[in-house]
Nanobody
């Protein structure tokens, strides 16, 4: 069973930066579409970014230009670099992976993700 473990959450001020990491327990899943999903209190889960096996990426409009997704296949780690943070970025952030290879591409559909980490809290104060 795939295990995803997020780290790097915490508190930041508006305009600050944080980097989230997700350790992936099984190396071959690094070739699957992987993403970062967040859920704010009282809101639905939102896929904010994904990266496919060919390293093509997709971003939600809410984070485009501020967040960067990347992965290190040698270390089995997925990253999310978050810059210029805003209070509306406050949420629980989850690392997620699709169930099988293709045809997901760099999807932003939360229903395409099958495996989930436990989540980390990110709080941005004004």
């Amino acid at each position: 069973q795939l295990k995803l473990v997020e780290s790097g959450g915490g508190s930041a001020q508006t305009g600050g930066s944080l980097t989230l990491s997700c350790e992936v327990s099984e190396v071959h899943y690094m070739e699957y579409c992987m993403g970062w999903v967040r859920q704010a209190p009282g809101k639905e889960r939102e896929v904010i970014s994904s990266v496919d096996s060919d390293r093509s990426t997709a971003y939600a409009d809410s984070v485009l230009g501020r967040f960067t997704i990347s992965k290190d296949n040698a270390k089995n780690i997925l990253y999310l670099q978050m810059n210029n943070l805003k209070p509306e970025d406050t949420a629980t952030y989850y690392c997620a992976v699709v169930q099988a290879r293709g045809p997901y591409g760099d999807t932003l559909n939360v229903g395409d993700f099958y495996y989930w980490g436990q989540g980390v809290q990110v709080t941005v104060s004004s």
